[in-house]
């Protein structure tokens, strides 16, 4: 007797910002394997946590691996806007996520935004926008970058349910470039360019977590 092949796993991609949404939403959807989600969840853990909470209470999306991207400041003196991080954890003071497949995103990323460096590394959360000696003290705890949404968006997805996780940030500003406001420095233009094409690496991570394991 033949069974009907399982649907294909839904993704969901979750951003802050709207010019976050916007880059994500302007790169094109086509190559996915499955149903895509992209949620803007506000700014802040907070938003964040409660925004993948409840869009991950629909049945639609049971099972969903999840991906949290958007920009970041990078702590790591020779960071540059545009340059990528790819988490290998989020830590904030509620936990630490494990992230999955790293090594299949930064091979990815590579290929579809060649040219740009890849870090790979710890990835912390803040509350707020981390400046100055609050970067190098993060700095010191073996962290590469900072954000405010990407560790309680994992967070929140795993206590959901258990399920694949990643994050993947861009650097908008770095310990010489650090940022005064997105839309009118040049870092926060490459920044956006970036964003706007790592799509294709998002649905390769994903259709890489659906092959069967041997």
Same mark, same amino acid.
């Given at each position: 007797?033949?069974?009907?092949? %399982?649907?294909?796993?839904?993704?969901?991609?979750?951003?802050?910002?709207?010019?976050?949404?916007?880059?994500?939403?302007?790169?094109?959807? &086509?190559?996915?394997?499955?149903?895509?989600?992209?949620?803007?969840?506000?700014?802040? @853990?907070?938003?964040?946590?409660?925004?993948?909470?409840?869009?991950?209470?629909?049945?639609?999306?049971?099972?969903?691996?999840?991906?949290?991207?958007?920009?970041?400041?990078?702590?790591?003196?020779?960071? +540059?806007?545009?340059?990528?991080?790819?988490?290998? /954890?989020?830590?904030?003071?509620? &936990?630490?996520?494990?992230?999955?497949?790293?090594?299949?995103?930064?091979?990815?990323?590579?290929?579809?935004? @060649?040219?740009?460096?890849?870090?790979?590394?710890?990835?912390?959360?803040?509350?707020?926008?981390?400046?100055? @000696?609050?970067?190098?003290?993060?700095?010191?705890?073996?962290?590469?970058?900072?954000?405010?949404?990407?560790?309680?968006?994992?967070?929140? %997805?795993?206590?959901? %349910?258990?399920?694949?996780?990643?994050?993947?940030?861009?650097?908008?500003?770095?310990? /010489? +470039? /650090?940022?005064?406001?997105?839309?009118?420095?040049?870092?926060?233009?490459?920044?956006?360019?970036?964003?706007?094409?790592?799509?294709?690496?998002?649905? /390769?991570?994903?259709?890489?977590?659906?092959?069967?394991?041997?």
């Amino acid at each position: 007797m033949s069974h009907p092949s %399982a649907a294909p796993a839904p993704l969901l991609i979750a951003c802050a910002l709207g010019i976050e949404h916007l880059a994500l939403r302007t790169g094109g959807r &086509g190559g996915a394997d499955g149903p895509v989600t992209v949620l803007r969840t506000g700014m802040g @853990p907070k938003a964040a946590g409660r925004s993948v909470t409840r869009v991950l209470a629909d049945p639609a999306l049971a099972g969903a691996a999840v991906l949290a991207t958007g920009f970041c400041a990078g702590l790591a003196p020779g960071m +540059h806007p545009g340059d990528l991080v790819v988490a290998e /954890e989020t830590r904030d003071p509620r &936990g630490t996520v494990g992230c999955v497949g790293t090594d299949r995103l930064v091979k990815e990323l590579a290929r579809a935004v @060649p040219g740009r460096t890849v870090h790979t590394g710890p990835l912390t959360g803040s509350d707020h926008v981390v400046r100055g @000696p609050e970067r190098a003290a993060l700095r010191a705890t073996g962290a590469i970058a900072v954000d405010m949404e990407s560790a309680a968006t994992l967070l929140s %997805a795993v206590r959901a %349910a258990p399920r694949p996780v990643a994050a993947v940030r861009v650097v908008v500003d770095a310990p /010489e +470039h /650090e940022l005064v406001r997105i839309g009118t420095l040049r870092g926060g233009i490459s920044a956006f360019r970036v964003l706007r094409s790592v799509l294709p690496a998002f649905y /390769e991570w994903h259709r890489s977590l659906l092959l069967p394991r041997r």
